[in-house]
Nanobody
Framework: QVQLVESGGGLVQAGGSLRLSCAAS????????MGWFRQAPGKEREFVAA????????FYADSVRGRFTISRDNAKNTVYLQMNSLKPEDTAAYYC????????????????WGQGTQVTVSS
């Protein structure tokens, strides 16, 4: 089993920044692609960003490219999401996941999830 714990969410004004963290524990042997998704009330979980196991390759949704940066520290088993220039439409619960087989862009292809951390951006 793998446990993922997100932290760093909160309330911020539009234009502000937050840094989310996702700490992995348990059977973390092996290096996997990790991703961030978000889900607003009444909406489906949507892809935000992903980072390959080595950290060399990153993937972003068009809506966040240029504002968000995903990174990882494998020595700490932690993945980060730096969010800048936040907008009210970024308000959602943010989830960290470990990619299994398949595409990094689809939630169905992730095999472990954290419990989520709420991000609220006020206008």
């Amino acid at each position: 089993q793998v446990q993922l714990v997100e932290s760093g969410g909160g309330l911020v004004q539009a234009g502000g920044s937050l840094r989310l963290s996702c700490a992995a524990s348990g059977r973390t042997s092996g290096i996997y692609t990790m991703g961030w998704f978000r889900q607003a009330p009444g909406k489906e979980r949507e892809f935000v960003a992903a980072v390959s196991g080595s950290g060399r390759n990153t993937f972003y949704a068009d809506s966040v490219r240029g504002r968000f940066t995903i990174s990882r520290d494998n020595a700490k088993n932690t993945v980060y999401l730096q969010m800048n220039s936040l907008k009210p439409e970024d308000t959602a619960a943010y989830y960290c996941g470990r990619a299994g087989s398949g595409s990094v862009y689809y939630a169905r292809d992730y095999d472990y999830w954290g419990q989520g951390t709420q991000v609220t951006v006020s206008s």
